[in-house]
């Protein structure tokens, strides 16, 4: 009986206007996203390519005085990702350079790679994108009205007049409405796999087909996370204008109520400085430590043996570890009231959707936190590499100045000896265990939604 309820009501859907009108839809928008992605992908790559060719010309060039190499401020910009069209993980407006030397990584910022930033859009026709606002929203136009319907059309009674279970019939009905969401999403996936075939801009390895493996197993659970709310509101609804309301604004809650005052919570509840604030108090602290450093501080002279050279590197790197020990500390700040806004955005059943495929993809802030983390291990490894060949020059003093030349080694060094930081993807164990939450997180949302509606509907009498 299950499976002939199962699929009658697919039938239903399929022969169903809002499907086909959705369906097209959907397929459109797919076409569109893909379309825009690879434009953008190439431009970007592109863009990307130059600036490795320019910074190995200027390195080449740094690598006549390796005193420049390891004092030169670099920076480091995150390549472009291929499989983007799955999802941009909002890489788009986290940061995405860092700039270091041989004796501090700096700070970090967000560099846009467009012709006119002012038209940069911090959201893309990714098929995060897609599902997250749109599939989302049809998964609730197909269950709002699949029992509040049937409360209207008195029809209830004549379906139980079978030898049917309430179980059954609620599965039937979340099941129908998660296939053929599910299944007009991975028709707009293969209609997007297609595309970026046909260009051949995106490697279309087992990797990247693994990925969009894990992306329809989360989908599945996205979308049956919407069906059972659109079921459970019409399951406490007798009328389906109710039940639409109700549905429409969980809709608004989990894509525009929490995304947009996560930002106003997160100032209110974990409260940090401003970054003018501090920036007053590195300059006060440099202040003090320029007026209380001893006299001929800040002399140069052309013999590299100058004893002030000394006193000046000292100075520099004093002035260094200020800013350094401040701004550290205020980037903790600045990452760890991200990663508690973010935990008040698991609320949304969009914001675990994106977390979760963030994690899987490398993207995102995890992959960011990553660059991070990973560079100041590459920058402790490369002062040291500086330092083994500046003490084997017996015309160098030795005083390591972290901004300037003048009391180390300006030997050569061949580019390709130079110390380059590459980046590392997190290990899948390291992503899995950043999913396991959301995931579960996702499941509880289902079984209560789903459990809420069978409660309801088990108590409804259908007379």
């Known amino acids: 009986m299950f499976k002939t309820l199962y699929i009658r009501e697919i039938q239903n859907y399929l022969y169903s206007l809002r499907f086909q009108i959705s369906l097209v839809i959907v397929i459109l928008v797919f076409i569109i996203g893909t379309i825009s992605f690879v434009s953008s992908f190439s431009d970007t790559d592109k863009n990307y390519a130059q600036y490795r060719s320019l910074q190995q010309s200027e390195l080449t060039e740094r690598a006549q005085n390796i ?9 480091y910009i995150i390549s472009p990702r291929d499989n ?7 890489e ?20 846009h790679n467009s012709t006119n930033p002012l038209l940069k859009r911090s959201d893309s026709l990714t098929w995060v994108f897609i599902l997250s606002m749109f599939l989302s929203f049809v998964a609730l136009l197909f269950s709002f009205d699949a029992i509040s319907g049937e409360k209207e059309d008195r029809t209830l009674a004549l379906v139980f007049s079978n030898p049917v279970s309430r179980k059954s019939f609620l599965l039937s009905k979340l099941l129908s409405i998660v296939t053929v969401i599910v299944g007009m999403a991975i028709m707009g996936i293969l209609v997007s796999l297609i595309i970026l075939a046909f260009t051949g801009k995106v490697s279309l390895n087992a990797n990247f087909f693994m990925e969009i493996l894990c992306f329809v197993v989360v989908s599945l659970l996205f979308i049956t996370i919407f069906a059972s709310f659109g079921l459970l509101s019409s399951a406490i609804t007798r009328y389906s204008n109710i039940s639409l309301l109700v549905s429409l604004c969980f809709w608004l809650f989990s894509a525009v109520v929490i995304p947009n005052t996560a930002v106003f919570w997160a100032n209110k509840l974990f409260p940090i400085p401003s970054s003018d604030k501090i920036a007053q108090i590195v ?11 001893p006299s001929g501080s800040w002399s140069t ?6 004893y002030r050279h000394e006193l000046r590197a000292n100075n520099q790197t004093n002035l260094m570890n200020a800013g350094k020990r401040h701004y550290d500390a205020y980037y903790q700040q600045m990452f760890e009231q991200f990663e508690k806004t973010r935990q008040f955005t698991l609320l949304s059943p969009i914001a675990q959707f994106e977390y979760i495929n963030e994690a899987f993809l490398g993207g ?20 040291q590499w500086f330092k083994d060949i500046d003490a084997k020059d017996e015309k160098s003093p030795h005083w390591y100045n972290p901004v300037e030349t003048y009391s180390t080694s300006k030997l050569p060094v061949a580019v390709d000896q130079i110390p380059r930081y590459q980046e590392q993807l997190a290990p899948f164990a390291e992503r899995l265990e950043f999913i396991f939450g959301y995931l579960l997180v996702m499941v509880v949302m289902i079984a209560v939604f789903f459990g809420l509606c069978f409660y309801f509907f088990v108590r409804y009498d259908v007379r």
């Open 301 to 306: 002279g052309m013999d590299p043996f100058y």
């Open 92 to 111: 788009s407006v986290l940061p995405n350079e860092f700039t270091y030397n041989a004796y501090n990584v700096y700070e970090f910022s967000v560099r």
């Open 283 to 293: 300059d006060q602290e440099k202040e003090d430590i320029n007026r209380n450093a």
């Open 67 to 75: 005193s420049r190499v390891a004092t030169y401020f670099d920076t």
């Open 364 to 383: 995102g802030y995890l992959r960011f936190k990553k660059n991070w983390n990973d560079l100041h291990t590459f920058q402790t490894q490369f002062l």
């Open 84 to 90: 983007g069209i799955i999802a941009d993980c909002k």
